[in-house]
């Protein structure tokens, strides 16, 4: 215990740490993202706040009698069982080797994720007060009464088949492979089918929300007795006219949807505003020293705006004081302040400095936080490119992880060309993304992170 609390110490010092009757209690969140020594979680531990940590962590067994208030995020790690006294508000095990939960885990209040997982069951009854995500597992049916207050992200329709009792408010099917669906929905909520393969829906559909097909060229028309309560989203869809009898409630076309992925910190239009003004006084400026002065004059007079941070940090970047940018990245990160455009920045300044493992997870995080962006993803690949490239064939159970990630990024990009469990499938498809790997021009050419309409 002695050494997990000099652990913490070092690692997380935000985090007060109180010891009684052989139970620790911690206050504040427990981040081990990136941490590579050995961890081992004492038991009965308890977290008042979140604990992070991910496929660099090695932590590989969760304790028993675990209680945690927020979050327990696991991502791409090596645990493999959820012990049947975990208590937690969210769960998040995508990519894990988690292949089942206790048939008493059956009750989430915030989300549950099971992204990328191998998981073939859940718990009979299982309710979710936010989203449950199911893309992309091995499941072969949801339980009987499931229950979800937000969002159920499903890649498969045919968990859909035979299914009692399935309440819902929102259901996505985005990037998945389905062609159709095997019944009429109802639902309260939004259907989002954006970017799948659909390519008919059944007649008399009664969807609450919204219903969204953006990108689903395979669809050339709607059915019968359709109707929609909130709006129809058919942009860059095959459908080229309405049925007579379709019901739109809003026919206005709405900025965002409910399947919109803002930013981890969203922008507001007075942030943007300062920054244009702070952009046209800095224009005609070509002293380095001047505008370094007026960068930091910047984030002082607005503390809480991302756009101050992301503009320091590209301009220490540029001038290759990549310390500093990692120094403004994580002052930002202690203010709860973060974007995908400050893990962009941060995720290059790694690369330049070869480190390619960080610079990939950077990228990955800004492009799972955003729709398609050209820098995020050639960032991405770059880093991919030379993690896969070092990697012999010895390393291969070790890449395996890093691979599956790579087809989860694949299906988004809906190149579905046939697969194989080798390192050769990965590099091809590096070739087909058409992303200058080796010269990285356009890596360094200029960034353009910032695209506020």
């Known amino acids: 215990m002695e ?3 000099q652990l913490v110490n070092k690692t997380n010092p935000a985090a007060k740490i109180k010891v009684k009757d052989g139970c620790m ?5 427990l981040d081990f993202w990136y941490l590579l020594d050995k961890i081992t979680l004492p038991d009965n531990l308890k977290v008042d706040g979140s604990i992070l940590f991910g496929r660099d962590c090695s932590i590989d067994v969760l304790p028993k009698g675990l209680e945690v208030k927020y979050l327990l995020a696991c991502m791409w790690s090596n645990i493999s069982k959820i012990p049947a006294d975990l208590k937690v508000y969210s769960l998040d095990l995508w990519g894990t080797r988690v292949r089942k939960l206790p048939e008493n885990m059956n009750y989430f209040k915030g989300t549950l994720n099971l992204r990328d997982t191998k998981i073939r069951k859940l718990p009979a009854n299982l309710t979710v007060g936010g989203n449950l995500d199911v893309s992309f597992t091995s499941l072969e049916e949801l339980p009987k009464n499931l229950k979800v207050g937000n969002t159920l992200y499903m890649s498969d329709c045919r968990l859909l088949d ?3 009792g399935l309440k819902t408010k929102n259901l996505s099917f985005e990037f998945s492979l389905i062609k159709s669906l095997p019944f009429a929905l109802e639902l ?3 259907l989002d089918l954006s970017s799948s393969k659909i390519e008919y829906l059944p007649d008399n559909m009664r969807i609450g929300g919204d219903l969204i097909l953006r990108d689903c060229e395979n669809i050339k028309s709607l059915p019968k007795g359709l109707y929609i309560g909130g709006r129809l989203d058919i942009e860059g869809s095959g459908i080229k006219a309405l049925p007579d009898d379709i019901f739109i ?5 709405k900025k965002k949807s409910d399947f919109d992925k803002c930013d981890i910190y969203p922008y507001k239009e007075e942030d943007i505003k300062v920054l244009n003004e702070f952009r046209e006084k800095t224009s005609k400026e070509s002293n380095s020293k001047v505008l370094e002065k007026l960068h930091k004059a910047f984030l002082q007079d607005y503390p809480k705006n991302p756009c101050a941070y992301e503009e320091l940090m590209s301009f220490y970047h540029l001038s290759g004081k990549y310390e500093k940018v990692k120094a403004i990245y994580k002052k930002a990160c202690k203010k709860h302040i973060t974007s995908p455009n400050m893990q962009y920045i941060i995720g290059c300044s790694h690369y330049k400095q070869k480190d390619y493992k960080i610079s990939y997870h950077y990228a990955y995080l800004s492009f799972d936080n955003s729709k398609f962006e050209v820098q995020f993803a ?3 690949f770059n880093s991919l490119y030379h993690l896969i490239k ?3 064939e010895e390393q291969y159970l070790q890449s395996k992880k890093l691979f599956e990630v790579m087809k989860d990024i694949e299906r988004r990009y809906r190149k579905y060309t046939e ?5 050769e499938y990965y590099r091809e498809l590096l070739k087909s993304m058409k992303i200058d790997l080796l010269e990285n021009k356009k890596l360094t050419k200029g960034y353009g992170v910032f695209r506020f309409k």
Do not use: V
């Open 3 to 5: 050494d997990f609390i």
């Open 25 to 29: 209690h911690i206050k504040g969140n």
């Open 162 to 164: 035979n299914t009692i």
């Open 188 to 190: 309260r909520g939004s």
């Open 249 to 253: 409630g809003n026919k206005e076309k």
């Open 378 to 380: 050639i960032l991405l």
């Open 390 to 392: 070092d990697n012999t």
């Open 419 to 423: 697969k194989s469990d080798n390192m």
